[in-house]
């Protein structure tokens, strides 16, 4: 019998990734997802797969996840309000997602006695802690609301396994990047943002002096962590959190000279365009690299993308996919 894995928020960048890998690889795969950032166009190529159900439902409504959870052997959470600047214009509507959400499901998954629970955590919940590279025994105060809740999150995933029993990992994702990661509406991400505004020969605006740093993550190695968490049989590696990233960082500034140097083989006037530059973001934080050696040692993480390589793969594939 094939294993079900229940991907939430699974039209989204990440989610509708993970529902690809899994269905290429035989598993029964259930979406939910409610589309308040997710697509159906990232999923349109799967639903007339046998082994593929979406729900369309909110993580917010406890009937929607237990309806989610039927059946499932696996859960990897996905479903949130991401951004920071999102969480600072409306603290309200980004707790409700993301932390009265995100106990809905964990309730959900423990009265269906789901295996294992897999979470996306992040790197904000590093918040002021200035040490490099980021170790997962050390964090800092939140920086912002969306912080807060991801660190709620993992607060609430660990006091479940040690009272309830359920089995879970958070991954604290760092900056991933690539293919289906949308570039349009307020809250873009920063590589989509700079890609469509290149491919428009528009100028993009760097928050700062574009000396930040980040350690961007491709999607590849974001599935690969995702697949290690949910397969482990280490004892040790689960009900604990993880650092989900290359294990490198590049500026800002460095990063736009790539994406000009990829783009403008496809255009080559994308070379000449000015970058514009603007005052900082509240929120944001100034350095970010993670230290991959933990997952290295308990989940045999191994990523096979560096940041340039996945560039190159996403710039491709943009440049294949927006509208010009």
């Given amino acids: 019998m094939k294993q079900s894995i229940l991907i939430t928020g699974g039209a989204g960048f990440i989610g509708s990734n993970l529902c690809e890998y899994f269905l290429t690889k ?45 059946g499932a052997t696996f859960i990897l959470h996905q479903a949130a309000l991401g951004s920071v600047p999102r969480s600072i214009n409306d603290p309200i509507t980004t707790n409700d997602v993301n932390v009265s959400g995100f106990l809905n499901m964990l309730v959900a998954a ?17 918040g002021d802690s ?11 105060k939140p920086l912002s609301p969306y912080a807060i809740t991801k660190y ?18 958070g991954l604290r994702y760092f900056n991933v990047f690539g293919r289906r990661q949308d570039p349009n509406g307020a809250y873009a991400a920063v590589i989509p943002l ?38 482990t049989n280490n004892k040790e590696a689960i009900n ?17 000279t ?12 994308i070379s000449t365009i000015e970058t514009i530059y603007g005052p900082n973001r509240s929120g944001d934080i100034p350095h970010s690299l993670a230290s991959i050696e933990k997952a290295r040692k308990l989940l045999h993480y191994n990523p096979q993308f560096s940041m340039q390589q996945g560039l190159q793969e996403a710039v491709a594939w943009y440049w294949n996919n927006l509208e010009k």
């Fill in 26 to 70: 035989g598993y029964k795969v259930t979406c939910l997802d409610n589309f308040s950032t997710g697509h159906l166009h990232n999923i349109t190529p799967f639903l007339n797969n046998p082994n593929f159900k979406l729900i369309e439902g909110d993580i917010r409504n406890i009937i929607d996840c237990q309806e989610a959870v039927s």
């Fill in 110 to 126: 423990r009265d269906a006695k789901v295996k294992r629970f897999v979470y996306a955590a992040s790197s904000s919940t590093y």
């Fill in 130 to 140: 200035e040490e490099l590279p980021k170790r997962e025994d050390i964090i800092g």
């Fill in 152 to 169: 709620v999150n993992e607060l609430y995933a660990d006091i479940f396994s040690k009272t309830y029993g359920i089995e879970t990992i």
């Fill in 194 to 231: 700079f890609v469509k505004k290149l491919m428009k020969l528009e100028s993009p605006i760097i928050n700062g002096d574009g000396n930040n740093s980040r350690d961007f993550t491709y999607i590849n190695n974001v599935i690969q962590m995702n697949e290690l968490a949910m397969l």
């Fill in 240 to 256: 604990t959190v993880y650092n989900t990233a290359f294990g490198d960082r590049t500026t800002l500034n460095d990063l736009m």
């Fill in 258 to 269: 790539s994406l000009k140097k990829y783009l403008s083989e496809f255009d080559p006037q």
